[in-house]
C-alpha cells in the first residue's frame, strides 16, 4: 500500500490560493489519489480524485504529473471556513485493501 | 450528508463497561471500514469489511472486534473499555469494487467518553 507524506501544517490568508503537495512514491499501476476534507468533529468528506494530469471540480483542482510519484491539491481564493486537515489518500478502494490515512495537513487561513 | 449512519453519537460509558458502535453504509456500498481517532489525532484504520466477510485488519485491538450482517449494516464491540479508548469512531462505506469512482464516504462518527 502506498504510503503518503503530507507537511504536517501550513497558514495562509483569505482570498489566497493554498496547494498542498503529497508523496507517494511507491504508487502502484490501480492506485487513485483522493483527497479528503476534516472538520474538527466530523468525518472526512470527500474533495476531489484524480489517477494523472489534472482534475477540476467546483471546490479544488489536483495536478498529477506524469510520474504519479506526488500530487498536489489546490484550494482556490481560500476562505475563513477552508480552516480544515488535508488528507491525501492513496489506493483503488477494492476490497481487501486498508485505506490508510497518513496524518494530514492541517490548514489554517488567517483573515 | 454521507449516506452512512452512525449510532449512537454520542457515548459515555465506564471502564470495563463494554458498548456497540452501529453503522448502516450507503445504499448499495458492501464495504465498511472502521477507523479510530483519538484527540488531535489522525484516522487509524481498524477493519474492513466486505460484503459479510472481514477483508483487511488493521491495528485492532483484541478487545475489539467487529462484523458486518447480511443487511450490510455493521457493528463495532468495544470491550473491557480503557480510558485510552476514549476517541472518535467513524465508519465509513464504498462500493468496493475498486477505483475509479470507488470513493469512501464517512458517517459523523460515533463520540466514545470513557471514564
Known amino acids: 500500500l502506498a504510503k503518503t507524506t503530507q507537511p504536517i501544517s501550513m497558514d495562509s490568508y483569505e482570498g489566497q490560493e493554498v496547494n498542498i503537495t503529497c508523496s507517494h512514491n511507491?504508487?502502484?499501476?490501480?492506485?487513485?489519489i483522493t483527497w479528503y476534507q476534516q472538520f474538527p468533529s466530523q468525518g472526512p468528506r470527500f474533495i476531489i480524485q484524480?489517477?494523472?494530469t489534472k482534475v477540476t471540480n467546483e471546490v479544488a483542482s489536483l495536478f498529477i504529473p506524469a510520474d504519479r510519484k506526488s500530487s498536489t491539491l489546490s484550494l482556490p481564493r481560500v476562505s475563513l471556513s477552508d480552516t480544515a486537515v488535508y488528507y491525501c489518500?492513496?489506493?483503488?478502494?477494492?476490497?481487501?485493501?486498508?485505506?490508510?490515512f497518513g496524518g494530514g495537513t492541517r490548514v489554517l487561513v488567517k483573515p | 450528508d454521507s449516506g452512512v449512519t452512525q449510532t449512537p453519537k454520542h457515548l459515555i460509558t465506564a471502564t470495563g463497561q463494554r458498548v456497540t458502535l452501529r453503522c448502516s453504509p450507503r445504499?448499495?456500498?458492501?464495504?465498511v471500514y472502521w477507523y479510530q481517532q483519538s484527540l488531535d489525532q489522525g484516522l487509524q484504520f481498524l477493519i474492513q469489511?466486505?460484503?459479510?466477510?472481514?477483508?483487511a485488519k488493521g491495528n485492532i485491538l483484541e478487545r475489539f472486534s467487529a462484523q458486518q450482517f447480511p443487511d450490510l449494516h455493521s457493528e463495532l464491540n468495544l470491550s473491557s473499555l480503557e480510558l485510552g479508548d476514549s476517541a472518535l469512531y467513524f465508519c465509513?462505506?464504498?462500493?468496493?469494487?475498486?477505483?475509479?469512482?470507488?470513493?469512501?464516504?464517512f458517517g459523523e462518527g460515533s463520540w466514545l467518553t470513557v471514564v
Open positions: 465509513a462505506s464504498s462500493s468496493g469494487q475498486g477505483a475509479p469512482g470507488n470513493t469512501i464516504y
Open positions: 511507491n504508487i502502484a499501476t490501480n492506485d487513485y
Open positions: 484524480g489517477y494523472k
Open positions: 489518500l492513496v489506493g483503488d478502494g477494492a476490497a481487501g485493501n486498508k485505506l490508510t
Open positions: 445504499s448499495g456500498d458492501l464495504s
Open positions: 469489511y466486505y460484503n459479510g466477510e472481514e477483508r
